[in-house]
């Protein structure tokens, strides 16, 4: 089955900084990559997806790459703001409108400084 | 905006009953989940249904049933807690034919003593 890895699990940046997370996949059928972001106490929320047949997708200061070829897709987060401390998941699964089976990152906690 | 519900925000049980966990969706959505989260596990697939009456093990299904008798509810049972299924619980849904965006609850975190 799918196996996704998610680096770091941990991340502290300054207010205003930049922050990546990175994410590996193994199975080359996977076509669809959301991103979630749970704030303490709440369920995951998408904050961003991105399909196969696009290499990069942005959302003012969130933008998100994939590279099929060596399957793995990073989520960039630009000027970071207090409010971006959070938990961030990566997932892969293979989207088509019907059925999925969603494979879940462990997880990235993002501390932002102000 | 799709909403997800969960019965209890926060539940505590001793080991050896029996614990229902609700979840509710509002979008008439066929497809409805339960993961279970844990430090540095990530989220993990219990059971899921992608239909009334329909339901297939996750990956992690053992001490755990589940119930569909409605579109709109899925119901996780554990039929005797045991200490070891101590977690947050999320509930998530999806629908067919649109896109592919799981919408989660806001989860249950259960505390089994």
């Known amino acids: 089955g799918e196996n996704v890895e998610q680096h770091p699990s941990t991340l502290s940046v300054q207010e205003g900084d930049s922050a990546v997370i990175k994410c590996t996949y193994s199975?080359?059928?996977?076509?669809?990559f959301p991103w979630y972001k749970q704030e303490l106490g709440k369920g995951p929320q998408l904050i961003i997806d991105?399909?196969?047949?696009?290499g990069e997708k942005k959302d003012q200061r969130i933008a998100v790459t994939l590279n099929k070829t060596a399957k793995h897709f990073s989520l960039h987060i630009t000027e970071t703001q207090p409010e971006d401390s959070a938990v961030y998941f990566c997932?892969?699964?293979?989207?088509?409108?019907?059925?999925?089976?969603?494979?879940f990152g462990t997880g990235t906690k993002l501390q932002v400084i102000p | 905006d799709v909403k997800v519900t969960q019965s209890s925000r926060y539940l505590v049980k001793r080991t050896g009953e029996k614990v229902f966990l609700e979840c509710v969706q509002d979008?008439?959505?066929?497809?409805m989940f339960w993961y279970r989260q844990d430090p540095g596990l990530g989220l993990r697939l219990i059971y899921f249904?992608?239909?009334?009456?329909?339901?297939e093990k996750g990956d992690i299904p053992e001490g755990y049933s589940v119930s569909r008798e409605k579109k709109e509810r899925f119901s996780l049972i554990l039929e005797s807690a045991s200490t070891n299924q101590t977690s947050m619980y999320l509930c998530?849904?999806?629908?067919?034919?649109?896109?592919?965006?799981?919408?989660f609850g806001p989860g249950t975190r259960l505390t089994v003593l």
């Open positions: 997932a892969a699964s293979i989207g088509s409108g019907g059925y999925q089976k969603v494979t």
């Open positions: 199975d080359s059928a996977s076509n669809y």
């Open positions: 991105i399909r196969s047949n696009v």
């Open positions: 979008m008439d959505h066929e497809n």
């Open positions: 249904s992608y239909d009334v009456k329909m339901k």
């Open positions: 998530a849904s999806f629908g067919r034919g649109g896109t592919d965006t799981q919408y």
